[in-house]
C-alpha cells in the first residue's frame, strides 16, 4: 500500500530561521506528489504541487526518488506560515494519499 | 464562482444509527472525493466519485457508500454507525483532469458517534 510518512507532529522555529519539513513517500513509478496546507480556521487547501516546479509563498519542494522524499522549504519562516502541513501523493485518478501532518510554529 | 460547501457542520449519532452527509462541489468540478480525518491524523480517502459513477475507494467497508447527482453534488452515507466513525469528514472537489489536479476541500463535517 502507498505510504506518506510525516516524521515531525511539531516542529517550532523563530521568525527568521529557515524551515524544513519532512516527508517520505513509497511508490515504484512516477509520483505526484504535493503539499497541502491548513491555516487556523481555514479549509485545507493546495501549497504547491511537485509539476509545477514553483514556489509558493517563499515556500519551494524538490521531489529525490533516490530517497523517496518531498520535504518542504522555506529559508526565512514567517508568523503567518503557522500552520498546519500535510504532504500528500496522488494514488491515481485524483485520490490522494495523505502523511499525518506536521504542525509548523513560527515564533516572534 | 462558489467554493465547496457541505452540511451540516456538526453532527451527533448514536451507535447503530445511520447518517448522510452532503457536499455541494465546486461550479465546473466533475469529481468528489470523500476523506475521513481522524483526531491527529491526516485525511483517509473513502472513495471518489466521476459523473455518478464511483471511480475508486479506500480501506473502508461497504457501509460507507455514496452517491453523486447530475448537479455533481455529493452525499456521503454510514450505517451502523460505530464509535471510531468518530471522525472530521472531507469532501473534495476537482476538475476533470490527471493525477496532478488540484483538489478543494470544504470546510468538513464534525461527525461525533455516543
Known amino acids: 500500500a502507498q505510504r506518506v510518512t510525516q516524521p515531525e507532529k511539531l516542529l517550532s522555529v523563530f521568525k527568521g530561521a529557515p524551515v524544513e519539513l519532512k516527508c517520505n513517500y513509497s511508490?515504484?513509478?512516477?509520483?505526484?506528489l504535493f503539499w497541502y496546507v491548513q491555516y487556523s480556521r481555514q479549509r485545507l487547501q493546495l501549497l504547491l504541487r511537485?509539476?509545477s516546479r514553483e514556489s509558493i509563498k517563499g515556500f519551494t519542494a524538490d521531489l529525490n526518488k533516490g530517497e523517496t522524499s518531498f520535504h518542504l522549504k522555506k529559508p526565512f519562516a514567517q508568523e503567518e506560515d503557522s500552520a498546519m502541513y500535510y504532504c500528500?501523493?496522488?494514488?491515481?485518478?485524483?485520490?490522494?494519499?495523505f502523511g499525518s501532518g506536521t504542525r509548523l510554529q513560527v515564533q516572534p | 464562482e462558489t467554493g465547496v460547501t457541505q452540511s451540516p457542520t456538526h453532527l451527533i449519532k448514536t451507535r447503530g444509527q445511520q447518517v448522510t452527509l452532503r457536499c455541494s462541489s465546486q461550479?465546473?468540478?466533475?469529481?468528489v472525493s470523500w476523506y475521513q480525518q481522524a483526531l491527529g491524523q491526516g485525511p483517509q480517502f473513502i472513495f471518489q466519485?466521476?459523473?455518478?459513477?464511483?471511480?475508486g475507494r479506500g480501506n473502508f467497508p461497504p457501509r460507507f457508500s455514496g452517491l453523486q447527482f447530475p448537479n455533481y453534488s455529493s452525499e456521503l452515507n454510514v450505517n451502523a454507525l460505530e464509535l471510531d466513525d468518530s471522525a472530521l469528514y472531507l469532501c473534495?472537489?476537482?476538475?476533470?483532469?490527471?493525477?496532478?489536479?488540484?483538489?478543494?476541500f470544504g470546510q468538513g463535517t464534525r461527525l461525533t458517534v455516543v
Open positions: 473534495a472537489s476537482s476538475p476533470g483532469g490527471g493525477r496532478d489536479t488540484e483538489a478543494f
Open positions: 461550479s465546473g468540478h466533475n469529481t
Open positions: 511508490y515504484s513509478g512516477s509520483p505526484e
Open positions: 500528500a501523493q496522488s494514488t491515481g485518478r485524483r485520490a490522494l494519499t
Open positions: 511537485h509539476i
Open positions: 466519485y466521476y459523473r455518478e459513477e464511483e471511480n
